[in-house]
């Protein structure tokens, strides 16, 4: 019997990541339990750990592709606590990375603490725009900050953001976003000239 859990435990490992999934349930869970919810216009936070399986080849500091799973994990929190997710589940929608910059300003140390920040600066009809930040816990610093662009698949953001506190109040759109906007822009002309 051992044996048979054994390997089906070891062929989850192969073929899926279960340790993404893993930590996607806790975080959801972990918010659901403890965290209250969140409006709109407000910041959701995670809280992670730079452990060894985080660090570069260096050994030193978070890698770069670790930066962009946490981006993941404290979305899907934000999406859950401000009522997104069951927004977008409710009209079988999706919302999808399309776009994103990060600005790497300082390295996370390994066995550090931080803390990512997530809040919704801007959206469009069929996009929305998260800004996040990673700060670490014993400066306070902004170690990287991060613009993506979420495009919503089967869901516009009217429908998406309808009955979450906050979304009568629409922002400004940022000098930043439009001039990232400018540069993607540029880059997809580029690239169709190509085609």
């Not at 570069?56 to 997104?84: C, Q, S, W």
């Not at 902004?142 to 922002?171: C, F, M, W």
């Amino acid at each position: 019997m051992y044996c048979i859990i054994a390997t089906i435990v070891a062929l989850l490992y192969i073929f899926w990541d279960v340790n993404y999934f893993l930590r996607v349930a806790f975080t959801i869970g972990i918010g659901r339990l403890f965290q209250k919810k969140t409006g709109i216009n407000e910041t959701s936070t995670i809280y992670g750990f730079c452990t060894t399986q985080d660090v570069d080849i260096f050994l030193r500091h978070m890698n770069n592709a670790r930066y962009v799973r946490e981006l993941d994990f404290a979305r899907f929190h934000f999406y859950d606590r401000t009522g997104i997710y069951a927004n977008i589940k409710a009209v079988d929608g999706h919302a999808l990375q399309g776009a994103s910059s990060i600005r790497y300003r300082r390295t996370i140390p390994i066995f550090s603490a931080y803390k990512v920040e997530t809040k919704l600066v801007y959206w469009e009809d069929k996009t929305l725009f998260i800004e996040q930040k990673f700060i670490t816990l014993s400066d306070g610093f902004v170690r990287a900050i991060v613009l993506s662009r979420q495009n919503l698949i089967n869901i516009d953001s009217e429908t998406l953001l309808k009955n979450i506190p906050g979304a009568e109040n629409k922002p400004e759109c940022p000098e930043e976003i439009k001039h990232w906007l400018e540069a993607i822009e540029i880059s997809s002309a580029r690239l169709r000239k190509k085609d």
